[in-house]
Structures are given as structure tokens and as C-alpha cells.
């Protein structure tokens, strides 16, 4: 007779994956106060209580929260619009050869090229503006996903496939019904990887022309305050920008994939 041994409250803690991380988190912090407390130079390297103090202030005057709002707005935007195009794209390649060849010719040019090389090009077509921003944002979204979904239907079993012709689904149906669950991992890891790319080059952008849209994003934000040696609200910029991804990563995403992915049973 097999009986389960009851795990101690250190092992039920232990199980519970925020609270491993919220650990690290807070070793991470420690390590970063007593570095930057050893160095004594808040303009080389601010301790974290300089910095969470700094940040604080920005979020109580309302400035953190507008910066980052500004630049969550045209994040949203250009994701937004370098899913659609993503969709088209893998769409086109899933009903014809030609489709197929011309999503491989493309993610195979324009995957490689970083979004902000693309900046001087965006400036002269689109000027000082959030119509740049956009520009960069869609080209850093649009490969990344278009070509995980495209390898998420690839690597869907052609019994599976078969199964849902012989209910009657065909085209939009069949990808609606049957591709888009199948392959939904693969999709939701281009979902990450393109926010990932995204927010980054949005970033990057902004340190250089954010200014333009109103008062800037938190990229501009960051340059701002260098140019002022306002170190701490660099790091301040620095962790809200940090803060926003881990609350998309581990609010948003991981969500998604407990009310997909986990409850459809495909992970563990």
C-alpha cells in the first residue's frame, strides 16, 4: 500500500512558482543596494533604495505614469497592426506555394534586420512622429509571429487535419477550428516574442525622437534625465520599463496560456 507523504509547509511554499520568483526579485534588489551602496556614486550607480524612491515620486507627480501610458498607447498600436499584417501573411501561405515561398523569401530578409535600422528610413517617410514609431513597431512584431504561427500550422499532424476535413471544415473554418488550437503554442511564443521585440525597439526609438509625440515616452524619459545627470530617475525610467514587462509576461501572457494552452492539456 502506497501511501503520499505530506509535504511540509517549506515544500508547499517552495511549489509555488510567484513566490520563487518574488525570492529572486528580492535577492536581486539586496544585491543591487549593496553594490551600489559599496560604490557610493549615485551618478555612476544609484543604490535601489535611490532608485525606488525616485520612482515613487515619479508615479506620486504623475509623470512615470504618463510617460509610460504614452508609449503603452503606440506599443498598442503597432502590435496591434503587426498582428494583422502577421495573420495575412500566414493566411496567404497556408491556402497557396506561392504564399508559402513569398513568407519564407520576406522572414528571411527582413527577419534578421533590426527595427531600429529601419529608424533614418521611417524618419524621411513618415517624419517626427508617431508614425515612425508605428513603422518600426510592425516591422519588429510582424516576422517574429508570422513565422512561429507559420511553423505552429506546419507542425500540426495531418491526421488532426484530416479529422476536421471529414466534419466538413475547409479554409477559414479548418484554420479557425482546428489549425489555430493545434498550433496555439507556437502562436502564443510569437505573441511573446513580438511584444518582446516591440517594446525594446519602442524604447530604443523613443531615446531618440520620442520627444515629438507630446511629452515623450519613458525611452525619452530616460534621456532626459541622463542629459540632466538625473541618475536615479534613469534607473527609475529604467524600472518601470522592467516592471511593465514582467507585469505583461506574468499577468497577461501567463493567463492566456492558463486558459489555453495548460487547460487544453497541452503542457504540463
Not at 203 to 229: Q, R, Y
Request: glycine share 10%; net charge positive; proline share 3%.
Amino acid at each position: 500500500m502506497i501511501v503520499e507523504k505530506p509535504l511540509s509547509t517549506l515544500e508547499r511554499l517552495y511549489n509555488q512558482a510567484w513566490l520563487r520568483k518574488l525570492v529572486i526579485l528580492v535577492a536581486l534588489a539586496g544585491i543591487w543596494e549593496v553594490y551600489g551602496r559599496s560604490l557610493d556614486n549615485d551618478l555612476l550607480f544609484p543604490t535601489f533604495s535611490a532608485t525606488l524612491g525616485a520612482f515613487l515620486r515619479g508615479i506620486a507627480e504623475g509623470t512615470l505614469l504618463l510617460r509610460a501610458w504614452g508609449s503603452i498607447k503606440v506599443l498598442l498600436i503597432g502590435y496591434a497592426a503587426g498582428i494583422v499584417l502577421a495573420t495575412l501573411l500566414t493566411g496567404l501561405a497556408m491556402t497557396s506555394r506561392i504564399g508559402t515561398d513569398f513568407l519564407e523569401t520576406m522572414t528571411s530578409m527582413l527577419n534578421p534586420l533590426p527595427a531600429i535600422a529601419l529608424l533614418p528610413l521611417a524618419l524621411i517617410w513618415f517624419g517626427l512622429g508617431n508614425g515612425s514609431l508605428v513603422f518600426v513597431l510592425v516591422h519588429s512584431v510582424t516576422w517574429a509571429i508570422a513565422l512561429n504561427t507559420h511553423s505552429g500550422f506546419l507542425s500540426v499532424s495531418r491526421t488532426l487535419t484530416m479529422v476536421g476535413q471529414n466534419y466538413g471544415l475547409s479554409g477559414a473554418g479548418l484554420i479557425r477550428q482546428i489549425l489555430i488550437p493545434a498550433a496555439f503554442p507556437s502562436i502564443l511564443t510569437g505573441l511573446k516574442v513580438g511584444w518582446a521585440f516591440a517594446w525594446r525597439t519602442l524604447i530604443a526609438a523613443e531615446l531618440v525622437f520620442g520627444v515629438s509625440s507630446g511629452s515623450g515616452g519613458l525611452g525619452w524619459f530616460i534621456f532626459e534625465n541622463k542629459n540632466m545627470l538625473d541618475i536615479p530617475n534613469v534607473f527609475a525610467g529604467l524600472f518601470t520599463v522592467i516592471i511593465i514587462g514582467l507585469i505583461v509576461e506574468n499577468l497577461i501572457f501567463q493567463t492566456i496560456e492558463r486558459h489555453t494552452i495548460r487547460r487544453w492539456g497541452m503542457q504540463a
